[in-house]
């Protein structure tokens, strides 16, 4: 079975400042989907950013990149310019690529981190 | 930009008590999912739906919960006889094969 992992339970940053969020991985699998998503306090469930683990290029949406390093199964997002507005709790996602495999369609999510950001 | 809708936002029961949860999916979309969020814990895969029947399940997943499509566009989670630890946000999400899931803002229930 997949496992994530968020091993940040809290991180802060200043506005305008770059922060990073961790997120490591468990599969035996090779082909995949990994997501970060965004939950403010109102508790919706928002999509940040996605990466598809054939492409070796990192995603990037806006100030939003990850650091996807597929040997070390890591998936890292950084957030550049933090805005008051990017205070939310993030969770790292797993999904499986394969249809009929055994967690196809289901994400499995981190712990998730709870980011705060300072005026 | 279309989006799921889950109704209510907030659903208080008696313990024993049966609860229906509703969910209006994107219209295109395919695939149905729902997750539950202890507070303060992480998101829990329950189930998954495909072509009217369960693709997948969780061990949470247990005989207390049902899951339909009745009619087309709505997709409703029940359980049974709820218990204290029932008490979770509930979100249903949907998606086109493999592009990412939308989420509804969810539904709070709260067992008493």
């Given at each position: 079975a997949q496992t994530v992992t968020q091993s940040q339970p809290e991180m802060s940053v200043q506005e305008a400042e770059t922060v990073t969020l961790s997120c490591t991985y468990d599969t035996s699998e090779s082909d995949y989907y990994l997501f970060w998503y965004k939950q403010p306090p109102s508790r919706q469930m928002i999509l940040v950013i996605r990466q598809e683990a054939y492409k070796q290029q990192n995603a990037t949406e806006n100030r939003f990149s990850v650091n996807f390093q597929k040997a070390a199964k890591s998936f890292s997002l950084k957030i550049s310019d933090?805005?008051?507005?990017?205070?939310a709790m993030y969770f790292c996602a797993y999904r499986s690529a394969?249809?009929?495999?055994?967690?196809?369609?289901k994400l499995t999510f981190g712990q998730g981190t709870i980011l705060t950001v300072h005026p | 930009e279309p989006e799921v809708t889950q109704t209510p936002s907030h659903q208080v029961t008696q313990m024993g008590q049966e609860v229906i949860l509703r969910c209006v999916p994107?219209?295109?979309?395919l695939y149905f999912y729902w997750y539950r969020q202890i507070l303060g814990q992480k998101v829990e895969f329950l189930v998954s739906f495909y072509n009217n029947e369960i693709s997948e399940k969780s061990e949470?997943?247990?005989?207390q919960f049902s899951v339909e499509r009745?009619?087309?566009s709505n997709f409703t989670l029940k359980i049974r006889s709820t218990k204290l630890e029932d008490s979770a946000m509930y979100f249903c999400a949907s998606s086109v094969s493999n592009q990412p899931q939308h989420f509804g803002d969810g539904t709070r229930l709260s067992i008493l």
């Open positions: 933090s805005q008051l507005g990017d205070a394969f249809a009929g495999g055994t967690s196809y369609g | 994107i219209s295109n979309h949470i997943f247990d005989d009745p009619d087309g």
